[in-house]
């Protein structure tokens, strides 16, 4: 089993539509969580943090479900600017500082 | 958000030749700096993990006497890939990592060609 796993994807959606990613570890140690954003032949940039809580950045909602061990975003109102590669990355601390990226969710948003 | 920088952000080299790849965190000092690599349509690949004037740690598989890492300063990090060869032509990108905080900054990457 890989150490974190991505819905393979590709999603495909219009405008104006919903969508959520979601990201299993398997590492119950994991202490923090990110998603980054990839576009094509560009490097990956930080989106949000991912807290217990819940984190909402505009149309962006992350959430992390330790119990479950996964982590999810959301994204509403999708705009054609959205499609991307969208990445889980999950960093354990205990045992030696450690960040796992997953392979990633590619996103089309279509007019 | 912390600004990485890499240089160059493109090259073509001959086969057999050496080339560096400097990575700089512009306003933050990288107590850790990472190196990935990426194929086309496939996921990043992390080559070594560097702190800041130890040596850098090679993930399994990754050649370490080919790929030369060398984090000198807190600002700065490159990786010399020598003795290139075609297959190693990818994108090549640097992170870094400061203070206590987790997240990555990732600088815009170097795409290596090898001729």
């Known amino acids: 089993r890989k150490e974190v796993e991505q819905d393979p994807g590709p999603f495909n959606v219009p405008e104006g539509a919903t969508v959520a990613f979601n990201c299993t570890y398997s590492?119950?140690?994991?202490?923090?969580f990110f998603w980054y954003r990839q576009d094509c032949r560009k490097e990956p940039k930080l989106l949000m943090s991912?807290?217990?809580s819940g984190n909402e950045d505009g149309r962006f909602t992350a959430q992390l479900n330790r119990a479950s061990q996964y982590i999810s975003l959301l994204i509403r109102d999708s705009k054609l600017s959205d499609s991307a590669t969208y990445l889980c990355?999950?960093?354990?601390?205990?045992?030696?500082?450690?960040?796992?990226f997953g392979a990633g969710t590619r996103l089309f948003v279509k007019a | 958000g912390a600004v990485v920088s890499q240089h160059p952000s493109w090259v073509i080299c001959k086969s057999g030749t050496s080339v560096k790849i400097e990575c700089r965190s512009l306003?933050?000092?990288?107590?850790?700096m990472f190196w990935y690599r990426q194929f086309p349509k496939q996921s990043l690949m992390l080559m070594a993990t560097?702190?800041?004037?130890?040596?850098?740690?090679?993930e399994q598989g990754v050649e370490k006497d080919k790929f030369l890492i060398n984090h000198a300063s807190l600002t700065l990090s490159t990786l010399t890939v020598t003795s290139a060869h075609p297959e190693d032509s990818s994108f090549y990108i640097c992170?870094?990592?400061?203070?206590?905080?987790?997240?990555?900054?990732f600088g815009p990457g170097t795409r290596l060609t090898v001729t």
């Open positions: 992170s870094a990592r400061g203070g206590q905080t987790y997240e990555q900054y």
């Open positions: 590492n119950s140690a994991s202490q923090s």
């Open positions: 991912v807290y217990s």
């Open positions: 990355v999950v960093i354990t601390v205990t045992g030696g500082f450690k960040t796992i």
């Open positions: 306003d933050f000092q990288a107590t850790t």
């Open positions: 560097s702190n800041e004037g130890s040596k850098a740690t090679y």
